[in-house]
């Protein structure tokens, strides 16, 4: 598998055109799209073209989560006239984003999902929880060819990436905060993001979510030291195989 960092900024955009988040999953001919935080569908077409995605994941319903799915029904719809194309929501997203539509036609095929389901995309097996975070929102673990990604989607500690998938290749973990500057208890800290992927066992941890005007270097070894092991930091157009 290769995962593709579309945005990675939390919960707003940055002052230097950090998009929110978005992520490009692959494997084989199979290409979804989890999350589309506002600013991730034009960095999305410099990895895919719109028409070769299979799917789109949608963890929950904030915006810098979903924002960026309109310019893509736009592009499908009345540019090149495509439906069909499968949308995997919490239950109702896709009445609620249709408020700012006259009507959604044919161009996604909306699929609902909620804790424990899962289903296989082309060459990729998704499976989702329901994390600790307040609209229903899902963490995601794609496995494809004997190797496991888990991407927490947004959370507060009260969700374990242990009890869901551990010994996972990588944990994609929301970051939004150092720990000391903890905002809200809807989120993790660097620390706590760090701690988290270690006691689940994970093999490398990519931190993501971050707040626009963190501390980079930081939020690198709060993590780092919860972690046990050196942690990557999560920027746009960042590609790792998984
Ligand atoms: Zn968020
Ligand atoms: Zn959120």
Known sequence: MELTVLGSSGSFNGPNGEACS???LRAGDTAIW???G???FGHLQQHVAAEDLTAVVLTHGHPDHCADIYGLHVLLRYG???GGLPVYTPEGLDKQLAALVSDWGDTFDWRTIGDGDGDRIGDIDLRFSRTDHPPPTYAIEASAGGKR????????PEWSVDA???????VLSEASYLHEHRRSAIHLSAQQAGAAAREARAQRLILTHLWPFI??????QEGAEAFGDSVTLAAQHLVTTI
């Open 164 to 170: 869901f998938a551990p010994g996972a290749d990588l």
């Open 215 to 220: 501390d980079r270097d930081a939020v690198l």
């Open 149 to 156: 990604l888990v991407y927490t989607a947004d959370t507060g």
């Open 38 to 40: 506002n600013g991730t």
């Open 22 to 24: 978005g992520y490009l």
């Open 80 to 82: 090149l006239e495509i």
């Open 34 to 36: 989890m999350d589309c």
